[in-house]
Structures are given as structure tokens and as C-alpha cells.
């Protein structure tokens, strides 16, 4: 079945530093790949989405880039803050539909 | 704008007991889904709601497992019995109504059940 692999688990980055987590699907329909975070005791927030006919997409301090050949799509964040500690989740719509494949999330610490 | 709202946020029950959790969407978004989300893991999806239609509920465990959506806005979802896996949070999202593959999923703070 489809399946979207992440990493690393964990990751800790000074502040100021980047961060890039990792992510590959196996459905190649996926069109549509969001990243979410979630903080403790709440619900995953959307924080950037990429479409399958964009290569990459930035946001201040956020970007992500997709290879679709290699099938891999990644989350990079610069410049680092405490704020940015959480679990970030890559996500693939499965087929091109609704369904949202979830990867296993990675817990980023940022050391100030 | 208010978020998608979700109660209880916490329930401590026994196992063998019934639980319901209860979810509202974002004011205008027609489509539902609730979601499981296991200690350490992505959420995964247990239904999808157009309206009041459960249009896809095939990861949902029916034996135990039911979910109901009347008036195409709120929705609840209830265990009966729960048993000691089932130990979760529970995730609801929700979205306006989907014109492409591109829907964007907003979720809200969840329920988290522990079964004793």
C-alpha cells in the first residue's frame, strides 16, 4: 500500500541553525504533500503545502522542495528559533485524493 | 475565525465502558474526517464526511467503532466497548467543500482517551 517514510526521528539544532527533515512516498499519483506541526496537547497545524507541479515553495523562514523522479520532498526551516520546537509531519495525498498519508514525524529541539 | 473544536479533550475510562467525542467544524467546510493518532505516530483516517455522507469509512473498526454526522455539521464518534488498545487521540479536521485533489485538512486540538 502507499506509505510515506520520514526523517529523522529526532533532531536537535542550535538556534540560528537549519533544520531539514526528510520525506519519501511510494505512491507516485500523489500530487499533494502538506507539512504540519503539532505542539504539545494540540492538533497538527498546517504550516506549507506543495503541489506536484511546483519544484519548490518558500515561506520566510520555511521552504520545501520536491523531486517527484526520486519521489522525495523535504522541509527545511532556517535560522532556527525555541518557537520552532515540535513535531513536524510530512503528509502525501494518497491516488491524488483526499487521503492524506502521514509520515512518522520527527521531534525537533532547538537548543537556545 | 474559530478553529475546529473538539470535546472532551481529555477521558479517562475503564475498559468495556462507551465513549463519544465530539467535533465542530470550521463554520462553511462541508467534509469531516476523523482521524487516530497513536503515541509517536501520524494520524490515521477513520472517516470522511461530505455533509452528513460518510463517503469513506473503510479504515474504520465497525464491530466497536460508529459515527454520525445528522445535520452535516457537528459529529460525533463513539467506542462501545473500548478496550485497552484503543488508548489514542482522537483527531477531527475539516475542509471546504474539495474542487480539486488539493485540499487543505485543518485540525483540531483532539480528544486524548486513555482506557484503564
Known amino acids: 500500500g502507499e506509505n510515506v517514510e520520514q526523517h529523522p526521528s529526532t533532531l536537535s539544532v542550535q538556534e540560528g541553525d537549519s533544520a531539514v527533515i526528510k520525506c519519501t512516498y511510494s505512491d507516485s499519483a500523489s500530487n499533494y504533500f502538506p507539512w504540519y506541526k503539532q505542539e504539545l496537547g494540540k492538533g497538527p497545524q498546517l504550516i506549507i503545502d506543495?503541489?506536484?507541479?511546483?519544484g519548490e515553495k518558500k515561506d520566510q523562514r520555511i521552504a520545501v522542495t520536491l523531486n517527484k523522479t526520486a519521489k522525495h520532498f523535504s522541509l527545511h526551516i532556517t535560522e532556527t528559533q525555541p518557537e520552532d520546537s515540535a513535531v513536524y509531519f510530512c503528509?502525501?495525498?494518497?491516488?491524488?485524493?483526499?487521503?492524506?498519508?502521514f509520515g512518522t514525524g520527527t521531534r525537533l529541539k532547538v537548543l537556545a | 475565525e474559530a478553529g475546529v473544536v473538539q470535546s472532551p479533550r481529555y477521558k479517562i475510562i475503564e475498559k468495556k465502558q462507551p465513549v463519544a467525542f465530539w467535533c465542530n467544524p470550521i463554520?462553511?467546510?462541508?467534509?469531516l474526517y476523523w482521524y487516530l493518532q497513536n503515541l509517536g505516530q501520524g494520524p490515521e483516517l477513520l472517516i470522511r464526511?461530505?455533509?452528513?455522507?460518510?463517503?469513506?469509512d473503510s479504515q474504520l473498526p465497525k464491530d466497536r467503532f460508529s459515527a454520525e454526522r445528522l445535520k452535516g455539521v457537528d459529529s460525533t464518534l463513539k467506542i462501545q466497548p473500548a478496550e485497552l488498545g484503543d488508548s489514542a487521540v482522537y483527531l477531527c479536521?475539516?475542509?471546504?467543500?474539495?474542487?480539486?485533489?488539493?485540499?487543505?485538512?485543518?485540525f483540531g486540538p483532539g480528544t486524548r482517551l486513555t482506557v484503564l
Open positions: 464526511y461530505e455533509n452528513e455522507e460518510a463517503v469513506d
Open positions: 506543495i503541489r506536484s507541479n511546483v
Open positions: 463554520s462553511g467546510h462541508n467534509t
Open positions: 479536521a475539516s475542509s471546504p467543500l474539495e474542487i480539486s485533489s488539493y485540499n487543505e485538512q485543518f
Open positions: 503528509a502525501a495525498n494518497s491516488r491524488g485524493t483526499y487521503k492524506y498519508i
